[in-house]
C-alpha cells in the first residue's frame, strides 16, 4: 500500500514511517519545520499546498499524525488552536476522499473530561475540558463526517520512548536525571504510557485490515500515574530518582486542565489479537533495539 504520514517528523510520524517500511509498505510523509531526510516539505495551513501533496502522492491511505499539541497553547490561543487542529482535518478529510484514500486520525485521551474511575472505552461519551481536547473531539467528528463508520480513529495517552525532537516525557526525565535537575511530576494524573513504536506498529496491522471506527490504543498499565511511571524509568536506567518531585496538577499552575484520569481500555484491541508491551521491555527495545538512544552509557 502506498501511505501518507501527514506529520512523520513528530515522534508517531517517525515511527510510523519505520514500521510500515519494514511491513513492505510505500511510506510517504510530510514535516512543517523539523527537517528529515526524504520527508516532503508541508504547512498544512497551505490549503492549496495540502490538497497538492495529497493528490499527487495517490495513497492509499492517509494517517494525520500532525497538530499543535502544546496544551498550554492551545489554551491561551484558541484560534490558533482551531487552525491548526481543526481547519486542517477538514481541508485533508476532503482531499483524501476526493482522492480515493482512506483515512486514520490520531487523537488523544484529552478528549474526555477524567472524572471517570474507571479507563475510558471507545464508546464512552466525550466531554473535553481543554481547548486542546476540544479541537481533537472536533476533528475525530469532521473524520467521521467524511468517511463515516470507516475512518479509523485512535486514541492513545502519554507516548513516549523514540522522538527525533525529544519532547516526550521520557526524553525530558532522563535529560533532568543527567543534569541533576529537579523534575515536577504529577502524582494524581492517571494513564496508560504508551510505547511509540507499538502504537505505531498497531495503527499499521488495523491499516492493513482495512479496520474503521475509534480504537483505544494504549500501553498496558492502564491507570499507572507519573509519578510511578517516571520512577520505573529511573530504576530501570540505574538513575537517581530523587530528582522527582511529586506535585499534584493543581500545584503545577498549568493555564488549561488536563484530565486527572485519562486511562484507556485496550479490551477491543486485544479482541483483535492486538496488544503494546510494558513499560520495562518496552524500555529495553528502545535502548537495546533498533531505535535511536541519545544517551551513552545509560
Known sequence: MRILVLGASGQVGHALMKIGGERGHSMI???????????VQLDLLDFDATRGVIADSRPDWVIDCACWPWVDGNENDPAKAQQQNVDTVAVATTAASEAGASWCYLSTSYVFDGEQRTPYGESDPVSPVSVYGRT??????????????????????????????????????????????????????????????????????????????TWNIAGPEASLDRVAFARLLCERLGLDDEIIEPVTTDALGQVARRPLNGALATDKLADAGLSLRGNAEALEDWRNGEWEWPWQGL
Open 29 to 39: 510523509g510530510t514535516f512543517r519545520s523539523h527537517e528529515m531526510p526524504d520527508l
Open 136 to 213: 481533537k473531539a472536533q476533528a475525530e467528528e469532521i473524520s467521521r463526517i467524511h468517511f463515516g463508520d470507516e475512518a479509523l480513529i485512535i486514541r492513545t495517552i502519554v507516548v513516549w520512548g523514540p522522538d527525533p525532537q525529544g519532547k516526550n516525557f521520557a526524553h525530558q526525565l532522563i535529560g533532568s536525571a543527567l543534569e541533576k535537575r529537579k523534575i515536577r511530576v504529577p502524582s494524581d494524573q492517571l494513564g496508560n504510557p504508551t510505547y511509540g513504536p507499538d502504537l505505531a506498529a498497531a495503527i499499521v496491522q488495523l491499516i492493513e485490515r482495512s479496520a474503521g471506527g
